[in-house]
């Protein structure tokens, strides 16, 4: 199956620069700035887990949805709009949609080999298959925040709308570049919540790092699906996925009862990250 052919910006690749640094740059600044303020405009003593404070976010990013993609009409070049529409620029199509969502699924999957190895054997994939699960989970506001919501959102702005305009004047791999930086930044608000929750400074610091970080490899792995398919799917569906996964938890790992069965594990998250990579 031949992956699909993603929507190209030849005057960010090819020395032409039709738009400048400053503006592109800027631009998606901006975006992330209306992003994580968005969040904030509503004042309430409550935290984010708040029924409350979830819904009215939820009202807040949608906006920032709405506003976004104007970025894209006003500042493409007219030449890329010759050949495709704003919504192609910005990967919405139906040629190569299906290769689009189940490559990057496998490959996220592969990525977290011994998570699932894990899950496959102590028996907790068989709630997938009750009804019931299902059906509290798209009851739950947290469930729809994690797994819809805030993968639809993020990947929207900082893919969908910032790609875009970057590959008109950087290359791809400067491009892939600029946006996780973006988006690792804009996850140190969590940094607010975490001091009003009484965290202390020290842990605060360290944990707000550790995602800053992950979060910018992670946004880099998102930018290269969306570039290479040149479809929302493919970053919105390894969002939703790595969201719903977790952080490994490697102490499933280390509690095995048997040294054989730690080792096998061991052995599975190794080989699925160098699969991943590879």
């Known amino acids: 199956m031949d992956p699909p052919q993603p929507v190209t910006f030849p005057e960010g690749t090819d020395g032409e620069i039709h738009l400048s640094a400053a503006i592109s740059v800027g631009a998606c600044f901006i975006i992330s700035v209306i992003y994580v303020a968005s ?4 004042r309430s003593k409550h935290d984010r887990d708040h029924p409350s404070t979830i819904k009215r976010r939820f009202f807040s990013v949608f906006v920032v949805m709405i506003i976004s993609p104007v970025f894209v009409a006003l500042l493409t070049s007219e030449g890329v709009f010759q050949r495709y529409s704003v919504w192609q620029i910005m990967g919405f199509r139906l040629e190569g949609l299906f290769t689009a969502i189940v490559l990057p699924l496998v490959l996220t999957a592969t990525l977290f080999l011994g998570p699932l190895s894990v899950t496959l054997t102590n028996g907790l994939w068989r709630i997938y298959s009750e009804p019931m699960y299902w059906v509290n989970a798209v009851q739950n506001l947290m469930w729809l925040r994690n797994h819809l919501v805030a993968p639809l959102s993020e990947e929207f702005t900082f893919r969908a709308c910032m790609l875009p305009l970057l590959l008109q004047t950087f290359r791809p791999h400067v491009a892939m570049l600029i946006t996780p930086l973006l988006f690792g930044l804009a996850h140190l608000h969590h940094i607010k919540e975490r001091l009003r929750d009484g965290t ?6 360290t944990v707000s790092f550790f995602q800053f970080f992950y979060t910018t490899i ?4 998102s930018a290269y699906l969306f570039v290479r398919s040149g479809h929302f799917a493919a970053p919105f569906v390894a969002h939703a996925f790595c969201n719903h996964m977790g952080f490994p938890d490697l102490q499933e790992v280390t509690s095995q009862p048997s040294e054989r069965r730690k080792a096998l594990f061991i052995g599975l998250y190794v080989l ?3 699969g991943w990579i590879v």
């Open 272 to 274: 699925g990250f160098v």
């Open 218 to 221: 992670f946004g880099i792995y």
């Open 39 to 42: 969040l904030y405009v509503w």
């Open 200 to 205: 202390p400074l020290r842990v605060v610091l």
